[in-house]
């Protein structure tokens, strides 16, 4: 069912929040799923370290879904600020710091990338947290972004270290 129900009427209450449930668990469903490169790579970083094959595809592998993953967190809030009517230009200019934060990060050597990217996984994280908790964002977004962005930062930290 879409937003109007058959007969040209606003969804019912029951009908907004099976939507609402819906998207809940797909975004937290596809949330851990985006967690899959993240470990995969930081582990077999962690495993193999320099002596790896393929040490130097591995890095930019892990470096370019981070950066990539960056622009995808600025592009939420991009999208949310469009919403919003007042005082949103500020959320617009800050969202696009997080993919040139992400770009930019691609060229600093290994470890030190790891670590920004680490920094900037952070700073992001507590932003989407706190507009959850200020109600900018639904609830159940604070709590998903808080746990993806602990095994994300994580993930960059083993990294930096497995890199040193």
Do not use: N
């Not at 809940?24 to 985006?34: F, M, R, S």
């Not at 990217?117 to 706190?130: E, P, Q, R, S, T």
């Not at 159940?140 to 930096?160: E, K, S, Y």
């Amino acid at each position: 069912m879409t937003d109007i129900d058959r007969h040209g009427d606003a969804p019912t209450p029951d009908a907004a929040l099976a939507a609402t449930d819906i998207t809940h668990k797909t975004a937290w469903i596809l949330g851990l799923a985006g967690l899959i490169p993240f470990v995969a790579m930081t582990a077999a970083l962690a495993y193999a370290g320099r002596a790896f094959i393929a040490y130097p595809q591995l890095v930019l592998a892990l470096s370019g879904y981070s950066a990539t993953i960056l622009a995808f967190l600025g592009g939420i809030r991009w999208g949310a600020a469009l919403w919003r009517d007042e005082g949103q230009r500020y959320i617009l200019v800050l969202s696009v710091l997080a993919s040139l934060i992400g770009w930019a990060l691609l060229f600093v050597p290994t470890p030190w990338m790891f670590a920004g990217f680490a920094i900037a996984f952070a700073l992001v994280g507590v932003w989407d947290v706190l507009a959850a908790r200020h109600r900018v964002l639904p609830d159940w977004f604070g709590r998903l972004r808080l746990v993806l962005t602990i095994v994300v930062v994580l993930c960059q930290l083993v990294a930096f270290a497995s890199t040193f």
